[in-house]
């Protein structure tokens, strides 16, 4: 729901507080990229199967800001959910960046990915919305951003931007006003994403079920451990099975 004139310069002075109160965490240590195997690999013909390729590339969720290593973050629980879905083993990188938006991903992030992935995965969007980027400009970065992927992937997948619109951490004004932009910008990603066939996976009205203290980590912005986990399954469960075991 759209503001009201009058909430507008609330909303305007509660950003203005969060810019000099809110604390982020940092991009945490680790390696970004690994291999994951499934918990019990058969038998069958998947044993002797190259690795699936996932290559993840965007903002502080790609790179799993809010724990305190890379290996608790979004990309290593989907490849372990990967892996044992489809029984494979599963290779994972990220290139992702604190801060980043659509347009860096386009132009810096996109570039720094020298593999032919089985799946990329475009993950961005709050921080274009934090920096109250047009619409026009996050139509603009998407759909170039989506070209530049579908040619390094045959499989590409975007993610929508995180809830911001919950964080405890931003004034309640404010939040109103950033989940009226994040439908706008979701529903802009969802078209755009039909017009091409590229799976488009809603994370911004997921029900991960967990309250806040157990959905955000300590900055109260970035998501928790546990909580990055079932969105990792949440991702995959929106592609779903027989999508992933065509990989």
Partial sequence: ???QWWERPVALTEALVAKHTVRLAPEPAGDRAGTVRPARLAADSHA???????????????????????IKGLVPDMARSLARITGREVAWQTHGRLGATMR???FRLLPEVQVRPDLLVLCAGSNDLMARRSETEWREDLTAAIDEATALSRHVV??????????????????KAILDMTDRQ???SRSICAARGIPFVDMTHYDTGLSDDRFWASDRFHPSEECYRLLADGVLAQLGEKTLKAL
């Avoid at 002797?48 to 890379?70: K, R």
């Fill in 104 to 106: 860096r991903v386009r």
């Fill in 1 to 3: 729901m759209a503001l």
């Fill in 186 to 188: 979701t529903a802009i």
């Fill in 158 to 175: 975007v993610i929508s931007s995180g809830q911001v619109y919950r964080s405890p951490a931003l004034g309640h004004t404010l939040r």
């Fill in 48 to 70: 002797g199967e190259h690795p699936i390729s996932l290559v993840a590339v965007g903002d502080s969720l790609t790179v799993g800001c809010g724990v305190d290593d890379q």
